[in-house]
């Protein structure tokens, strides 16, 4: 069973998670939602045919787990990542979200519209016990996906979500 599922998920996670959230002798990890404070980076792609948003899509998603995020929601014409949100760390790949912004910008910022900020935010698994799903619940997220959409292509900006 774990064979199995290793092969499976390293294809989308990092081999290295995959090994340590299955590790035996590991203790379990607690995603009970808590306040952290955390770096968002919400990304809208320019919309346009689906090779090229894919295209766009990939790039921005590389770049982000390139620099240490965690990519939270990640559809066509929407990511979502984070930084500290894990207590997991990976020393080969330390937190960089100004790197991360500096290459969304030097390779697709003519394409893309960013928000981001800091703020204090539950982190963990939200949903029913058996179908969770971990992530973090910015304060006002709505807004700032408001805004976000309403961002012209090209632009980024930082904002305050709890103000």
Do not use: W
């Not at 499976?8 to 808590?34: A, C, H, I, N, Q």
């Not at 990304?43 to 770049?63: D, K, P, Y």
């Not at 910008?105 to 703020?119: F, N, P, Q, R, Y």
């Not at 304060?139 to 904002?159: A, D, K, S, T, Y």
């Amino acid at each position: 069973m774990r064979r199995r599922i290793r092969k499976r998920f390293r294809s989308y996670v990092d081999p290295e998670l995959v090994d340590y959230v299955l590790d035996p002798d590991r203790k379990p990890v607690d995603t009970t939602p808590k306040i952290r404070s955390v770096r968002f980076i919400f990304i809208r792609v320019r919309e346009g045919a689906f090779e090229s948003m894919q295209r766009l899509t990939s790039i921005v998603v590389e770049a982000a787990i390139a620099k240490g995020a965690l990519v939270e929601t990640c559809d066509q014409a929407y990511i979502k990542c984070g930084f500290n949100l894990l207590d997991y760390k990976q020393p080969q790949q330390p937190e960089d979200p100004v790197g991360l912004l500096e290459a969304i910008k030097s390779e697709v910022g003519s394409d893309v519209a960013v928000i981001h900020g800091l703020c204090d935010a539950h982190v963990g698994d939200f949903g029913i016990p058996n179908r969770a799903s971990f992530g973090a619940h910015l304060p006002h997220e709505q807004r700032v996906v408001r805004e976000l959409m309403n961002l012209p292509i090209g632009e980024v900006r930082e904002v305050a979500p709890g103000s």
